[in-house]
């Protein structure tokens, strides 16, 4: 079975047994890493090389590894990937791209900047991974990922939506009223990004509401407005309206 491979960096479970001052040690030792890591799975297909390594202030987030290193370490990482993996697809994953916020559009001139510092060392990047989690509190905008998405195609980038949830804290505590508010946000979302034929993959973090990120992260924080209920199927993994919009959202996206 076919499958992808996230992510050979974060900087949230770092290697820590692999740091150096010097890069000579941190080839050796994280490239040891990716190599065992993407030779125990030859049949993915493509790679999360880098998951949220983009900042929102400058082009790299300031962490080991990536600092003091920078470029030269994804480079290292990039090349060494496609090395181990000559036919799989190689992407940067990362957040907080779907906004219509300042600091949504920075961190997408961000990425852009990086992105043109890679392609111009020469490093094999095929892909970008929005991760679309949605929210009831900073309103994702699909027009303003639509424009993202295509100056990525324009530096010759395929997109993949990959880690989709809708994040519903601010939504109403009637259930059928939020289930509804929810499939809204997707299809609005979808309908509008799937129409760009350089969106390769979509990706659900999570199917279903029971043991979902979201709701764990919500009772932590409130709950009095009920428990959350962002997935397309619920707890006894029953289809709620979201699944219903995300299929005519399919449905009426061009082919590719």
């Not at 804290?169 to 299809?187: K, Q």
Request: glycine share 6%; hydrophobic share 40%; aromatic share 10%.
């Amino acid at each position: 079975m076919a499958f992808h491979g996230h992510t050979l960096f974060w900087h949230q479970e770092p290697i820590r047994w692999a740091q150096s001052e010097k890069f000579d040690r941190v080839k050796h030792n994280y490239g040891g890493f990716i190599r065992d890591v993407m030779q125990h799975y030859p049949q993915a297909v493509s790679w999360d090389v880098f998951n949220e390594i983009v900042g929102e202030q400058a082009p790299l987030r300031d962490e080991f590894f990536i600092q003091p290193f920078g470029l030269q370490f994804i480079d290292y990482c990039l090349r060494l990937a496609h090395e181990c993996a000559p036919a799989a697809r190689l992407a940067i994953n990362d957040y907080n791209l779907e906004c219509a916020t300042d600091w949504s559009h920075a961190k997408q001139d961000n990425m852009l900047r990086l992105i043109v510092q890679i392609k111009a060392m020469g490093s094999p990047l095929h892909a970008i991974g929005i991760q679309g989690h949605l929210s009831s509190i900073h309103k994702a905008s699909a027009e303003s990922t639509v424009r993202f998405i295509d100056r990525l195609a324009d530096l010759g980038l395929d997109v993949f939506i990959s880690e989709l949830d809708v994040n519903d804290s601010t939504m109403p505590v009637d259930t059928a009223v939020r289930d509804n508010a929810v499939a809204a946000y997707y299809e609005d979302f979808l309908t509008v990004v799937l129409s760009r034929r350089s969106v390769k993959r979509l990706v659900f973090w999570g199917i279903s509401d029971f043991d979902n990120w979201v709701v764990r992260r919500q009772t932590r924080e409130r709950r009095r407005s009920g428990k959350a209920r962002p997935a397309l199927f619920d707890d006894g993994l029953q289809p709620k309206p979201a699944f219903d919009a995300v299929v005519r959202a399919l449905q009426g996206a061009p082919r590719r």
